[in-house]
């Protein structure tokens, strides 16, 4: 079941929009990085220059847009209220400032500046964690998406906590950190905080924005269970640095809970009123293909068969890496950006002139043309990655960072554009002249 929408509860749009409209940078700072990558990239998936590009994704694009997102989902979905707005403000201010400063250490692979920024970042989850974690904790009932986000911030704690561990143990030597110890702590917040946060974000959203009246989520609470228990059983197994007769079935079942939330979302699609697809609807299909290849490449990758050459063993977990972050993760954020950030738009500035004034349409606010041309380049990009790791084409991987920051430098400047005014179309003024008539 989804919460009622609650707008009277909306925070300011001063606290929300400045989250998105940051988030590309770091979409752009992964591209360049990923353009400026050498044969490196296909040896060592911890290679410093690799590990900066993962962080520059996770931290400064993909968590920001939730932070943001979250922030407006909870007052206004959830029913709950935040502790503070101006704690939201400082926030984003020292986490766009930690993130910044932790790609730069990672990429200079400067310890020392490790500690500090890491130190900022723990700060900056704690906040966050203390003020959106508030609005989830005074919601109005247990909803399912209400669950998925409480299940996605308790991970990010946990992930938080094991990178804290790990920066730590790279100035101090407490411990060597193994493969198998970073595979569990980017599990733990790539399937536990980004992709349990995508998906019950996306029970609310759906069927919202495609109108999904005749049709209720069926397998929501089993996705949610079968992935919180299979990802602490890989990431326990996973930690061991275990043999590929352990990793293949861990893998496997740690892609059975999102497996089954696609099937749930797709007959959610199926059964929608509003027939075609809009911008959300269509990224939203991209993230279920991109996560049916993440699932193909993660099971092969776990069972490290000769698919790669043996000089160049990372290729298969690169291209994992793509299709999951970029593809399954990503694809829904800028999908749901041009639905959420237009509407927040709408609700703050044209609101209040309806009935005394034409105003625009909340689809007036953005361009459907530019949105899909983002989406589209955005997954060209990904492709492209993906091709490339799989090939070891050094070139076409560069070539596809240049794409990818190419799509979020379009994706900023397009949202910028929203904030532009704008003129009632001849659509909307025919619609508000029907309502007065009526």
Do not use: C
């Amino acid at each position: 079941m989804t919460a009622r929408i609650s707008t009277a509860q909306s925070p300011p749009l001063g606290l929300v929009a400045p989250f998105f409209l940051i988030a590309p940078l770091g979409l752009i700072a992964g591209g360049l990085l990923i353009a400026s990558h050498d044969a490196a990239a296909f040896i060592a998936i911890n290679h410093p220059h690799t590990v900066a590009i993962t962080h520059a994704v996770i931290l400064g694009w993909l968590t920001t847009t939730i932070m943001g997102a979250t922030y407006q989902l909870g007052p206004v979905v959830l029913g709950g209220q935040l502790l503070s707005v101006p704690l939201g403000r400082v926030h984003l201010i020292l986490h766009a400032g930690s993130v910044a400063w932790f790609i730069w250490s990672l990429f200079y692979w400067e310890r020392l500046a490790m500690v500090g920024a890491a130190t900022g970042l723990v700060i900056s989850f704690l906040l966050y964690l203390v003020n959106a974690g508030t609005a989830v904790k005074r919601g109005n009932r247990w909803t399912l998406s209400r669950a998925y986000v409480a299940v996605a911030l308790g991970f990010l704690v946990v992930t938080a906590a094991f990178g804290a561990l790990w920066v730590g143990s790279h100035y101090e030597g407490w411990f060597v950190i193994t493969p198998g110890k970073l595979s569990a702590h980017a599990h733990l917040g790539l399937v536990g905080w980004l992709a349990v946060m995508v998906m019950g974000v996306s029970y609310q959203l759906v069927p919202l924005f495609s109108v999904v009246n005749r049709a209720k989520p069926r397998f929501g609470w089993a996705a949610l269970a079968l992935t919180v228990g299979s990802l602490v059983l890989f990431a326990a197994v996973i930690f061991t640095d275990p043999p590929a007769a352990l990793r293949v079935p861990a893998a496997m079942l740690l892609a059975a809970g999102p497996l089954l939330w696609a099937a749930d979302i797709l007959r959610l699609l199926r059964a929608r009123s509003r027939r075609k697809l809009d911008i959300q609807g269509r990224a939203t299909l991209l993230s279920l293909a991109f996560l049916a290849l993440t699932a193909v490449l993660g099971v092969t990758a776990a069972s490290g068969t000769p698919l790669v050459s043996d000089r160049e063993p990372a290729r298969l977990l690169l291209a994992y890496a793509a299709a999951g972050i970029f593809g399954f993760a990503g694809s829904p954020l800028i999908g749901n950006s041009y639905k959420v950030l237009p509407f927040l738009i709408w609700f703050h500035r044209y609101r209040v002139l309806v009935g005394h004034s034409p105003v625009p349409l909340v689809d007036d606010i953005y361009s459907s043309h530019a949105a899909h041309a983002v989406l589209s380049l955005h997954a060209l990009a990904v492709l492209t990655l993906i091709a490339a790791a799989l090939l070891g084409q050094l070139v076409l991987l560069q070539l596809g960072g240049v794409l990818l920051a190419l799509g979020a430098a379009g994706h900023a400047l397009s949202m910028v554009h929203m904030f532009l005014p704008k003129q009632a179309s001849r659509q909307s003024t025919l619609k508000q002249a029907e309502v007065v008539l009526q």
